[in-house]
C-alpha cells in the first residue's frame, strides 16, 4: 500500500535562493507547524512557480523527505491576500516574528489562523494597530510568555481591584509597583486585553508598549527588518505635520 503524500495549507514565511535552480521556503503550516521546503524553480514552470510561490498566498503543499528540509513536490494556490504600502510591511513584520521566535516543527493551529486573520483584516483596510496587537500577544500566549492577567506576580494571590495596575516585562501584572522598567496599565485597558479586545483608540498606546516590551526580551538583539522600512515610510510621508499631529501619528504607529 502506498503512503500518502505530506500535505498541509501553509503561508510562504521568507524565501532565498539555494544554487540557481531552487529556492529554500520557510513555512508556516496550519497542522505542522513551521517547516522548510526546497521547491525547484527551473524549466518550463518554473518562472510561474516562481511567481506564484509568494508570501501572503494561503498555499496547499505537498512534500516528501523525512529530514528537517523536505523536498516539495507539488502546490495548490487557495486564496491570496492583496497588502501595499503599510499594510505590507506589517505582514513582513508578522513574518519576521514567526521566523525568530517560533520553533520549528512546533503544531501552533492557534498561531497559524490568528496570522491568517491578521492578513484578512490588513487586506480589508483595517487599522493595523488592533490586528498586530492581537497577533502579538496570542504569540505570546503560544509561546507561554504572555503575563498572567488574574493572579498578582508578586504575592501569587488573585488581583486585587485597582484603577491602575503595573506590568513588568518577564513577572507579570501587580496591583503594586514592581520595580524600575515597569509599565502602568489602567484597570479598562487590562479587561480589554483579558477579553482579548484591542480595538479602543486610547488602549493602543499601552497596549503597543507592552507586547513590544515582551517581544524585545524574546528577539534581544535580532533587530527587524521590517521595523526599519515602517520608520523609512514615516520619513517620506507626503503631508507635513504639527508637532501634535506627529506626536499623535507616534502613539497610533503599528509597531
Not at 508556516?28 to 509568494?54: F, T
Not at 492583496?82 to 520549528?104: D, F, Q, R, S
Not at 533587530?223 to 520619513?235: A, T
Request: glycine share 10%; hydrophobic share 35%; aromatic share 8%.
Amino acid at each position: 500500500m502506498t503512503a500518502a503524500i505530506p500535505e498541509d495549507h501553509g503561508y510562504i514565511l521568507h524565501g532565498r535562493r539555494f544554487r540557481e535552480n531552487s529556492r529554500i521556503l520557510e513555512i508556516l503550516c496550519r497542522d505542522q507547524g513551521r517547516i522548510a521546503l526546497m521547491a525547484r524553480v527551473s524549466g518550463k514552470s518554473g518562472a510561474r512557480n516562481a511567481a506564484l510561490l509568494q508570501p501572503f498566498r494561503e498555499t496547499l503543499f505537498r512534500w516528501h523527505g523525512r529530514g528537517e528540509l523536505k523536498n516539495m513536490q507539488s502546490f495548490e494556490t487557495v486564496q491570496g491576500f492583496t497588502l501595499g504600502g503599510e499594510a505590507g510591511i506589517c505582514g513582513l513584520y508578522c513574518n519576521e516574528l514567526l521566523l525568530h521566535l517560533l520553533p520549528k516543527g512546533l503544531p501552533a493551529p492557534e498561531v497559524y489562523q490568528a496570522y491568517h486573520a491578521t492578513l484578512q483584516r490588513l487586506s480589508d483596510g483595517q487599522p493595523a494597530g488592533p490586528a498586530l496587537r492581537a497577533f502579538e500577544w496570542l504569540l505570546l500566549m503560544a509561546l507561554g510568555y504572555a503575563a498572567d492577567l488574574e493572579e498578582d506576580s508578586l504575592t501569587g494571590q488573585p488581583l486585587a481591584v485597582c484603577s491602575v495596575y503595573y506590568f513588568l516585562p518577564g513577572q507579570g501584572v501587580s496591583a503594586r509597583t514592581p520595580g524600575k522598567g515597569s509599565i502602568e496599565i489602567s484597570s479598562d485597558a487590562l479587561a480589554a486585553l483579558r477579553s482579548g479586545d484591542f480595538s479602543a483608540p486610547e488602549h493602543q498606546r499601552i497596549f503597543r508598549q507592552l507586547t513590544a516590551t515582551a517581544l524585545q526580551q524574546l528577539l534581544g538583539s535580532r533587530k527587524l527588518k521590517s521595523r526599519e522600512l515602517i520608520r523609512n515610510l514615516s520619513k517620506y510621508r507626503r503631508e507635513p505635520r504639527s508637532l501634535s499631529e506627529n506626536s499623535s501619528r507616534s502613539e497610533g504607529k503599528p509597531y
